[in-house]
C-alpha cells in the first residue's frame, strides 16, 4: 500500500508539552489557512517527529508517519517546511530510480484532471518538456488554491506533490519555497534526471508569479508597464510598444536599398563583416543581402576576422568592417598574418568608434594594474577580446597575455591553472565579468568533483578552492550596455518575468549573472557569448517545434538589442521549416527588451521626425529612435543599444563602397590602417598584439595554452621559447 497525498499522515507536534489549544487535523490539500498571526509572535514552531508506522501492512515511505497534524492557529506557518520534510523523507527512502517514479506516478492518480476550458495557452508553464497547465485563485480568506495537470503522467506526479505542498497555503507561504528545496526530493528518470527536476522547479516559479500577481491585484496596485518585445510566429511579426516598433520597422528592409548594395559588392569584389550589435535597419538590409551575396558576415567579435580571411580566400579585394575600432583593426592584423596585405579595410566613420571596454583597458589605471601582475610571476594575463590591439601588444611585453571571449574565458583560466603550477591570472578589463567568473568559481566550490570533472576534467573541490586566491580581475571597466542590468531591471525582471527563458551576456552585472545562472540550472537561461545566446533561442525554439504543440516561448534579451536582428531571422527560418498550415502547431516566440528608466527621453512619436544628438568626448551620436512612452535609449545605453556602434550607418556602408577603389583617397579616414609604431621592446605593435590572439586559437583548437606561452609564463623575462 501507498499512501495518497490526501491520506498521508504526518506527526507535527509542538515541543515541550502539549498545547491546551491544540487542533487536530488531517493532512490534505484544503486546510492550510491564512497566517493569522505573525511569525514573530510564535513562541514555539511545530516540527516533524518521528513516529511508529499505524498500519504494520503499509510500505515504510519514510520514518516521518504521517498521521495527523497537531497545531494551534498561530502556527500554521510552519505546516509548508513539516509537510516538505515529510516529502522529502519519502523519497528519499526509496533507493531504486525505478520506485521513486512508480511513487509519481501514484500520486499522479491522486490529481483530479483539469477540465478543458483551463487547459489554455495562457495557463501553460513555460520550460517543461511536456505540456502542464496551471490554474491559481486567491481565496476571499487569503489562501492560494492550485490546480494542475500535464499530458505526461510523471509530471502530473510532480504537480500533484507540489500541490499537496502549496494549495491551501498562505501566498506568503508560496513565496517562501525555493526552488533548492526541491533538489533534495531526489526524484528522476533514468537519462532524462534534468528535464524532470526543471519540471518542479519551473512550476514552482509559475505559481510563485501567479501569486504575487494576485497579490498584488487584491491589494490595487497597478500592473507594471511590460517591457517591449517582439512575438515573432509563422504569419508574421508583432511589435509590443514604440521600442519594439522601431525595431521591427527594419526587419523588412527596403528592397531597392538591398539591390543597390548587392550590385555595388559584386561589382567590386566586397565583402562585409558586421557585429551582432549593428542598428536594425543595417542588419535587415545586410540579412536580406545575404541571400544574393555570400561574402555578407554577422557575428560576434571572435568569428569577424576569421570571416574576413575567408573572404579574401575567396577573391574579395576589400573588406567593410561595421563595428568598433578595435574589431577593424583585428581584420587587418589578422588579414596580414594570413598573407591577405593587399587586402583593404574600411571602417564605417571618419571618427574614432569607440567603446568603453577598449577605453578601460587602455587606461593608465590598467596599466598600473598590469604592472603589478609582472611583480607577482608566475603569471597570465587573461584580457578580453574587446580591446584593441595596441593594448594586446603593451600588456603581452608586461606579462604573458592570452585573449579571451565571453564563451571560452572560464575553460582558458581553468586550463591556464591546470598547466601552470602556483600560476596566478589576473583578467581585465571587465568588471563584471572577472566578478562573475569569481562567483561561478565560487559556486563550483559547492560541487560534486563529478560535476566539477564534467566543467573541466582537470579540476576537483580542492583545486578549484585553491585557485580562488589567486584568481584577480580590474575592477574599473564595465560595457555601457550591459551595465544597464542592474537593480532595477532585475527586479522588474523577477515581478514579471521569472518564468520565461533568461539570456545574459558574460558582462552583465552580478545581480542579472545569477538571476540568469539560476534560470540555467533549471533549464531555462544561459550565460555566455552573443553566438551562445543566439544558438540557445534557436535550440529552445526547435525543441518546441519537435513535441508538435502550440507554444509560447517568451525569452528574456540580456544583451544589446541589435542582436534580434540575427534572433527573429533564426527564428522565421525555423518556423519556416514546417508551414503554417492549419494542422501545424502554433509556436509564438516573443523577444523581450528590459529598459531601464535612464533610457527615457522625450524623443517624438513622429517616426519622421529627426532625432537628437548627445556629444560624448569628441563625437556627436544621436539617441536611437523609436520612442514615445519611456522606452526610448538614452546615450548611456539605457535600452540596451551600444550607441558606438550606430555610428555605424548603411549611409556609411554605401559610401564607402561606391567609393571603392579609392584612387582618389577620398576615404583615408575610414581606411584602417597597419601601426605604424612600435613596442616599448622595439617590436611591431600588430606583431606583438596577434600573439595573444594566435595563442587564443591554439587554445580553441587543442584545448590548451600552448607551450610556447607556457614557457613566457615560467620565464617572464624571456622572448618566449628558448633556442632549440
Not at 508569479?209 to 496596485?221: M, P, Q, V
Not at 519594439?244 to 566586397?270: C, G, H, M, T, W
Not at 607577482?376 to 579571451?404: D, F, G, Q, R
Not at 523581450?592 to 556627436?620: L, Q, R, Y
Amino acid at each position: 500500500m501507498v499512501p495518497s497525498p490526501s491520506s498521508s499522515y504526518l506527526s507535527c507536534s509542538l515541543h515541550p508539552g502539549p498545547n491546551p489549544n491544540t487542533k487536530i487535523l488531517p493532512l490534505n490539500s484544503s486546510f492550510l489557512g491564512p497566517r493569522k498571526i505573525k511569525r514573530q509572535l510564535v513562541s514555539r514552531s511545530p516540527r516533524c517527529i518521528q513516529s511508529r508506522n499505524p498500519d504494520p501492512h503499509m510500505t515504510p515511505a519514510s520514518p516521518f508517519s504521517c498521521s495527523a497534524v497537531a497545531f494551534s492557529p498561530s502556527q500554521t506557518a510552519d505546516l509548508v517546511p513539516c509537510k516538505l520534510q515529510s516529502l522529502v523523507s519519502e523519497f528519499r527512502s526509496l533507493s531504486e530510480p525505478i520506485d521513486r517514479v512508480k511513487r509519481l506516478l501514484h500520486y499522479a492518480g491522486h490529481l483530479p484532471k483539469l477540465p478543458d476550458s483551463a487547459r489554455t495557452d495562457s495557463n501553460r508553464v513555460m520550460g517543461c518538456t511536456a505540456q502542464v497547465w496551471l490554474e491559481v485563485k486567491l481565496e476571499a480568506d487569503g489562501r492560494m488554491r492550485f490546480a494542475a495537470d500535464s499530458d505526461s503522467e510523471i509530471t502530473r506526479g510532480f504537480c500533484s506533490c507540489l500541490i499537496s505542498l502549496l494549495d491551501g497555503a498562505a501566498a506568503e507561504e508560496v513565496l517562501e519555497l525555493k526552488t533548492d528545496d526541491l533538489a533534495a526530493l531526489n526524484v528522476g528518470v533514468p537519462g532524462a534526471e534534468r528535464s524532470r527536476v526543471n519540471t518542479w522547479h519551473n512550476v514552482l516559479i509559475s505559481m510563485q508569479k501567479r501569486t504575487k500577481a494576485l497579490i498584488a491585484e487584491r491589494e490595487g496596485k497597478a500592473p507594471s508597464d511590460p517591457f517591449p518585445s517582439l512575438i515573432v510566429n509563422a504569419d508574421g511579426i508583432q511589435a509590443k510598444g514604440s521600442y519594439a516598433e522601431a525595431q521591427v520597422r527594419y526587419l523588412s528592409p527596403d528592397e531597392f536599398k538591398v539591390k543597390e548594395l548587392v550590385n555595388v559588392l559584386k561589382e567590386k569584389k566586397i565583402g562585409v563583416v558586421a557585429h551582432f550589435y549593428m542598428d536594425p535597419e543595417v542588419q535587415g538590409v545586410l540579412t536580406a543581402a545575404q541571400k544574393q551575396w555570400p561574402h555578407i558576415h554577422i557575428s560576434d567579435s571572435l568569428v569577424m576576422a576569421d570571416s574576413a580571411v575567408k573572404m579574401a580566400k575567396s577573391g574579395c579585394q576589400f573588406i567593410t568592417v561595421l563595428g568598433v575600432d578595435f574589431m577593424s583593426e583585428n581584420v587587418r592584423a589578422i588579414l596580414d598574418q594570413a598573407g591577405f596585405a593587399e587586402v583593404g579595410v574600411y571602417r564605417m566613420s571618419n571618427e574614432r568608434i569607440s567603446c568603453s571596454l577598449a577605453d578601460a583597458a587602455s587606461s593608465p589605471a590598467y596599466t598600473r594594474y598590469l604592472e603589478g601582475a609582472s611583480q607577482s610571476p608566475p603569471s597570465l594575463h587573461v584580457v578580453y577580446i574587446n580591446t584593441s590591439l595596441e593594448t594586446k601588444a603593451y600588456a603581452h611585453e608586461l606579462v604573458p597575455t592570452i585573449t579571451c571571449t565571453s564563451s571560452n574565458v572560464v575553460q582558458t583560466i581553468l586550463q591556464a591553472f591546470t598547466q601552470v603550477p602556483d600560476l596566478t591570472v589576473w583578467y581585465g578589463p571587465d568588471s563584471y565579468m572577472g566578478a562573475n567568473i569569481k562567483e561561478l568559481f565560487q559556486q563550483m566550490t559547492m560541487m560534486t568533483d563529478e560535476e566539477i570533472h564534467e566543467i573541466h576534467p582537470g579540476h576537483s573541490r580542492s583545486s578549484i578552492t585553491s585557485l580562488l586566491p589567486r584568481l584577480h580581475f580590474y575592477q574599473e571597466g564595465t560595457c555601457i550596455v550591459h551595465h544597464l542590468f542592474g537593480h532595477e531591471v532585475v527586479g522588474k525582471i523577477n515581478e514579471m518575468y521569472c518564468d520565461a527563458f533568461l539570456t545574459a551576456h558574460f558582462e552583465v552585472p552580478g545581480e542579472m549573472f545569477s538571476l540568469a545562472m539560476e534560470a540555467k540550472k533549471r533549464g531555462m537561461g544561459v550565460v555566455g557569448s552573443t553566438q551562445n545566446i543566439l544558438d540557445f533561442i534557436k535550440q529552445r525554439v526547435q525543441d518546441a517545434l519537435d513535441r508538435k504543440v502550440n507554444d509560447h516561448l517568451q525569452f528574456v534579451l540580456g544583451t544589446e538589442s541589435g542582436m534580434v536582428t540575427s534572433i527573429v531571422a533564426a527564428v522565421r527560418n525555423l518556423l519556416a521549416s514546417v508551414g503554417s498550415s492549419a494542422g501545424e502547431p502554433k509556436i509564438n516566440v516573443e523577444i523581450v527588451f528590459p529598459v531601464s528608466t535612464e533610457s527615457i527621453t522625450g524623443t517624438s512619436t513622429n517616426a519622421s521626425a529627426p532625432t537628437s544628438s548627445v556629444k560624448m568626448g569628441d563625437v556627436m551620436l544621436p539617441v536611437i529612435p523609436g520612442v514615445a512612452s519611456g522606452e526610448g535609449c538614452s546615450i548611456h545605453g539605457g535600452c540596451a543599444s551600444c550607441p558606438y556602434m550606430k555610428m555605424n550607418s548603411l549611409t556609411s556602408l554605401f559610401n564607402v563602397c561606391h567609393n571603392l577603389p579609392d584612387d582618389k583617397n577620398a576615404l583615408s579616414a575610414f581606411r584602417a590602417d597597419r601601426f605604424k609604431s612600435r613596442t616599448p621592446h622595439g617590436k611591431a605593435i600588430a606583431e606583438v598584439g596577434c600573439e595573444p590572439i594566435l595563442h587564443m586559437r591554439h587554445f580553441q583548437a587543442s584545448k590548451k595554452l600552448p607551450e610556447e606561452l607556457v614557457y613566457q609564463i615560467l620565464h617572464p623575462n624571456s622572448n618566449g621559447m628558448p633556442a632549440s
